[in-house]
């Protein structure tokens, strides 16, 4: 009897499945057919099929990684300034989930900066994403929750925070649990709401 | 005739920097003793001596990047703020050697990440450059150049903010040239100058 395309997309999802978890446990340096192989309990033969090359298996897992994220719940936005803040907090390896797709991330930063074709996907991906915060940082400017500025140079100076903050995060999550995490891009977002304004909420000079 | 003392220690050297070139084009994704023996024009026979197994490889350039990190020159650090800033942009790729280092950096993450041991390492690393950041910071504020505040917590949030312009400016060096990068860390410490004591340098509102 053939297939159905039912088994087949929940063989697809398996596979996926088995990948996901190699790359939070190993990353991307022991992302191997072997290691997706044992995690699914199948044969090496079998992924073959899947993934001819080792090119295919890291092409495949950085397309579900961008999958994922894509689709990762998000926070109640709101607006303004604590649309900022809830883009931000979404960033966070704040819960075990999200902790799993930072380590993922960051693991796919040694293999994207050795390809120049997968170092131009990433770099776009970040100025995607820096372009959605520098909107955002706008709308709480308009809304006087933010002081005048550069949005584009004020987005990119929180996505550096945050980056950062994930990886000092995932080597010492004793240090940075939730709330501390939390309590560091509050102050960060503090700070923001200050210069070159500095008395009261947002612009008002008051 | 005995090699000489020299000539071994200049074997090593060559080894070491034929390691650290292959790390800075291709990544601990990409440090193999056949790339390595590629890059000193040796037989991988003569490596294995060095480096018996990968995991010999992996330390030695571990080992490398710890050493070529503390011995690097570091700016003139004056005191109180301008200290702390100078250490920051000590962390920054603003030329090319510094750029590789953080490139080897951002790669060694990957490997530490799935080694417990290695992992372990990292953090205690990048708690000491908090701690010794947490000093400059204390310093500054003694002398009146950064308001109160605990020092830990600013030292942390600090270090995420280069860490994480480190990744971006990795990935686009293109919009984060020297210049961005030192006028992106320098709104970051305008903004520290600020809250919660709004009334000192920088924080004028006339």
Redesign the interface.
């Known amino acids: 009897m053939p297939r159905t395309k039912g088994d087949h997309e929940a063989r697809r999802r398996d596979v996926s499945e088995a990948v996901w978890r190699v790359l939070a ?6 992302l191997t057919l072997r290691a997706v192989a044992a995690e699914l309990g199948a044969t090496t033969g079998l992924l073959t099929h899947y993934f001819p090359a080792k090119r295919d298996l890291v092409a495949h897992a950085l397309d579900l990684l961008e999958e994922r994220s894509a689709s990762r719940p998000r926070r109640a936005a709101g607006s303004g300034l604590s649309a900022v803040r809830a883009a931000l907090l979404d960033v966070l390896p704040l819960n075990a989930e999200a902790t799993d797709a930072n ?1 993922i991330w ?2 796919s ?6 390809d120049s074709a997968l ?1 131009g996907d ?2 776009r991906r ?2 995607q994403s820096r372009d959605r915060l520098s909107d955002l940082i706008a709308a709480a400017q308009r809304l006087g929750e933010l002081p005048a500025g550069d949005p584009a ?2 987005a ?2 929180a ?10 995060t ?3 999550p004793t ?2 649990p939730a709330q ?1 995490q939390a ?2 891009l509050d ?2 977002l ?3 709401t ?6 009261g909420e947002g612009t008002d ?1 008051s």
């Open positions: 446990a190993h990353g991307f340096g022991g380590r960051v693991s930063w040694d293999v994207a900066l050795a170092s990433h770099a970040y100025a140079r004020i990119a100076g996505q550096a925070f945050v980056l950062g903050l994930v990886v000092q995932l080597f010492d240090a940075f501390r309590e560091l102050d960060y503090a700070s923001l200050s210069p070159p304004a500095p008395h000079p």
